[in-house]
């Protein structure tokens, strides 16, 4: 149905850390090797190894760089379905295909009764749809599932293909309803947000955001981190360097 | 947007065909409309052809159009769902008229009652198409009032240029047609106007900062695309065109769409009857070749909140 349930008795998410991210499509690609053979499957690719390939991929890895000159930052950043709370990507579908899930919160395209209108993917401000050109049906992130249920697979791997891929652990999956899960605990700790909160359909994945290094010249840049209350430098130039050394070392910052 | 030519004409064709049935509807109900029993049958099969042939037109965009049926079942929360109730319904009365002045059941309460409802029926299925757009919250240059308000001028301002046609096709020229499609055509063109000035000054709320909610670290630039080619979003959310471009293909919509058909309207109720038809007919080319262009500007002007993730700074 493409009524919203009124609540969600979980929200499964992801947590992805942009200051640990380093922006090597590991999930991007496990993702679409899972799914090309799981849940509505498979995933059609155009001119794979032609000029123009293209094809439908349900995660998406930019690299932005932000801030100016000595300052500035690289920026992985992972982009997939956020399966928000109140999205209008489920309430346009005409044929009831796309709906959120009351149980687990997971927003899912029926592959069986979509008809490819596409107007989903117009609803949804993340881009986080593909429409595949071969089955004639709109594709998103499952989040996985086809896995984090599936008893006849280990139990390892009963998490998205995404996070089970991540070589640097940038990727973690759990209730962010709870707020004792250990996501909800890293979103507390690390000040999670939302992407475009602004725009209201509550999404539920959250992003940690980068934590800030110093320039060249031992310079803390600007924006003080969450965790920079834990370094006090009183001034000196001799304290300043061991808080830089400090902070280098620990990859804190 | 991606303007796709099956939703462009879609919309155009099946905005004429309800525009031109609610007017011959209105004025059957109110007792103008000539009694003419061929006159009035092919009038509402004309309407009905263009309806249908947009509704086709509509499937060919769908991935998977043997489903179509499915659309009609969630009216409760989409609007594109209750466009195809509503087209489906205003078949109903609009079809069981048609027969009824096949038949040479003139007027009657019965063709009243019918009448009623098929007007009724077109006004809300063209509002629905508007409400489809309208309620996208992701295209600032749609999520506006203005939208339906536009489709439905534009369906009444097409319709009624028909309809004046038609009437002339059966040698009837009455000045109070000519005057409707020219009241359509000022109506539709001080609201296009509007519009565009609406969209013109609204430079989008939300910014690329806001998107990644790294605006705290800086400006945001994108460094390495994630696809090496243009994806579906790309392709279907990121169309531009460009501004000057878009600002020649406005004065086209205004001359074609409005300028042209009204001054030969005008023309037409100044020399008066007998030439009725060809002014009408050149009327209609003009503004079939405008209202294309209107409706591909509809969607060639809307930018996509998404893009804020592909590089643009404002949407
Ligand atoms: S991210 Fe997009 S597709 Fe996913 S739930 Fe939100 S609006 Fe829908
Ligand atoms: S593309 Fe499929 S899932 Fe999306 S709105 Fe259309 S029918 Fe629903």
Known sequence: MTSLPEKTNKKLGLVIDLDICVGCQACATSCKEWNTGGYSAPLSDHDPYGA???GAWLNRVHSYEVGEGAGSKTVHFPRSCLHCEEPDCVTVCPTGASYKREEDGIVLVNPETCIGCKLCSWACPYGAREYDYDDGVMKKCTLCVDRIYNETIPEVDRIPACVRACPTGARAFGDLGDPNSDVSKSVAKRGGYGLLEEFGYKPVNRYLPPRMG?????????TP?????TVKPNGSAIERLFAWADQALSGKA | MHPAYSVILFTTASGAGYGLLFWLSVMH??????????????????????VTIGLLASTLHLGRPERAVGAFSQWRTSWLSREGVAAVATYVPSGLLALMWLLGFGSGVVSALLALLAAVGAVVTVYCTGMIYASLRTIRQWNLELVPAGYLAMAAATGALLFGFLLALFGHAPSWAATLSLLGLGVGAALKVYYWQTIDADEGQYTSEMATGLGHLGQVKPLDPPHTRPNFVMREMGYEVARKHAHKLRRLVLA????????????????????????????????????????????????????????????
Do not use: N
Request: overall charge negative; proline content about 5%.
């Open chain 2, 256 to 315: 074609c769409l409005f300028a042209v058909p009204a001054l030969l309207l005008l023309a037409l109720l100044t020399v008066g009857g007998s030439g009725a038809m060809a002014f009408y007919f050149l009327a209609i080319g003009f503004a079939a070749v405008g209202v294309f262009v209107e409706r591909w500007l509809f969607f060639a002007e809307a930018e996509h909140v998404s893009m804020l993730f592909y590089g643009k700074q404002r949407a």
């Open chain 1, 214 to 222: 110093l320039a060249p010249g031992g310079d803390r840049v600007e």
């Open chain 2, 29 to 50: 109900l109110l007792g103008v409309a000539p009694d003419g029993r061929w006159l009035l049958f092919v009038a509402i099969a004309v309407a009905l052809a263009l």
């Open chain 1, 225 to 229: 981190s969450p965790t920079a209350s």
């Open chain 1, 52 to 54: 123009d390939p293209s």
